[in-house]
Each structure stands twice: as C-alpha cells, then as structure tokens.
C-alpha cells in the first residue's frame, strides 16, 4: 500500500547550521512531493514542492532534491535561524487526488 | 489567510454526545478533505470529497459522516463521541496544491 517513511523524528541543529530531512516512498508512480511546515498550535502549511520531472528545487534558504530512482527526496534548510523550529511533513501524491504524509520530524534550532 | 476556514476552533465535549465541524474554502478548488492529527502530531486522512462526492474513505468509523452540500464546503459530523477522539481536525483543500483551514480542537471528557 502506499507508504511515506520520514527520517529523522526529531532534529536538534545549532543557529547557522543546515538541516536535512529525508523522505522515501513506495509508490513509484507519484509525482509531486510537497513539504508542510507545521508551527506550534498552527496549521500545516506548504513551504516548497516538487514535481517528479525536475531533480532540485531551491527557494532562498530552502531546497528540495528528487532521486525518482531511489524514491527518495530530501528538504534542505541552510543557515538555520530560530523561526526555522516547527514539525515539517513530507508528502507523496498517491493517485489522482491524496497526499500520503511522512510522520513529521521536530526541527528544533539552538541559539 | 480565510482561503480554508473552520469552525469552531475549540470544541470540548462529554462522552457520548454528537458534535458538527464546518469546513469552507474560497479557493474554487473541487477537491477538500479531512485529517485527524493526533497528539504525536501524525496527520491521517479520513475523507475526501471531489464536487460534493465521496471519493476517500480511510478506515473511519460510522459514527464520523461528512456531508458536503456545495464543493465550497465540506462538514464533519461525530455521533457518540468517545474519548480516543480527542485530536485535531484539518480540514482542507486542494487545486494544484493543498492548503490546510486552522483545526478545530476537540477534546471528548
């Protein structure tokens, strides 16, 4: 069935440093892979995506990378600053209409 | 940030009582949705509706019925709440993208 694996569960990363969080997924017919990013108390709320024909996407201090072969895809956060602390959710699109989520994984950003 | 609203925001609750949660969105999109986010923070679709019919139906039990009169809105009825029901409701939307309303907190005692 259609599964989202979501590494790590939590994320502890100094003030300046970069972050990384990886997905996987079994449906290897799913073409588009968005993040959410997820406050304290707030709703889920899209940071940047992807769709299978490119490989990397970058907005600012976030980039995504797709390894369609693999079936894996990565969010990259540089230069980490202290509103970077949230739950973020991966997610694969499985058929016409769902997003199959990750687990999510606490980003915790020390000063 | 009103494309996906919800009401109420908080809705607390006895056992065994039926409660309603109103979902609408002004994005024109066709297809909306419900999630149950439970206190590890796991986001489970429940429902989804594409131009007011059911398309997604996850294991949910009977006593969850959404109803959706128009594709603008999308409602969740629970009959006999139970305590395991305590959680947070999504609802949301999607064209090309989804975007989530602001949860409603539901806490059953």
């Known amino acids: 069935g259609e599964n989202v694996e979501q590494h790590p569960s939590t994320l502890s990363v100094q003030e300046g440093d970069s972050a990384v969080i990886k997905c996987t997924y079994s449906?290897?017919?799913?073409?588009?892979f968005p993040w959410y990013k997820q406050e304290l108390g707030k709703r889920p709320q899209l940071i940047i995506d992807?769709?299978?024909?490119?490989g990397e996407k970058k907005d600012q201090r976030i980039a995504v990378t797709l390894n369609k072969t693999a079936k894996h895809f990565s969010l990259h956060i540089t230069e980490t600053q202290p509103e970077d602390s949230a739950v973020y959710f991966c997610?694969?699109?499985?058929?016409?209409?769902?997003?199959?989520f990750g687990q999510g994984t606490r980003l915790t950003i020390n000063p | 940030d009103t494309a996906v609203s919800q009401t109420p925001k908080y809705l607390v609750t006895q056992m065994g009582n039926d409660k309603s949660i109103k979902c609408e969105q002004n994005?024109?999109?066709?297809?909306m949705y419900w999630y149950k986010q439970d206190s590890k923070k796991f986001l489970k679709i429940m429902f989804s509706?594409?131009?007011?019919?059911?398309?997604i139906n996850e294991t949910v039990p009977n006593r969850f019925s959404p109803k959706s009169p128009d594709k603008a809105h999308l409602n969740l009825h629970i009959n006999s709440l139970e305590l395991g029901d305590s959680a947070v409701y999504f609802c949301?939307?999607?064209?090309?993208?989804?975007?989530f309303g602001p949860g409603t907190r539901l806490l059953v005692l």
């Open positions: 997610a694969a699109k499985w058929g016409a209409q769902k997003l199959v």
């Open positions: 449906d290897s017919a799913s073409n588009y």
């Open positions: 992807i769709r299978s024909n490119v």
């Open positions: 994005l024109g999109h066709d297809t």
């Open positions: 509706y594409n131009n007011k019919e059911l398309i």
């Open positions: 949301a939307s999607a064209g090309e993208t989804q975007y």
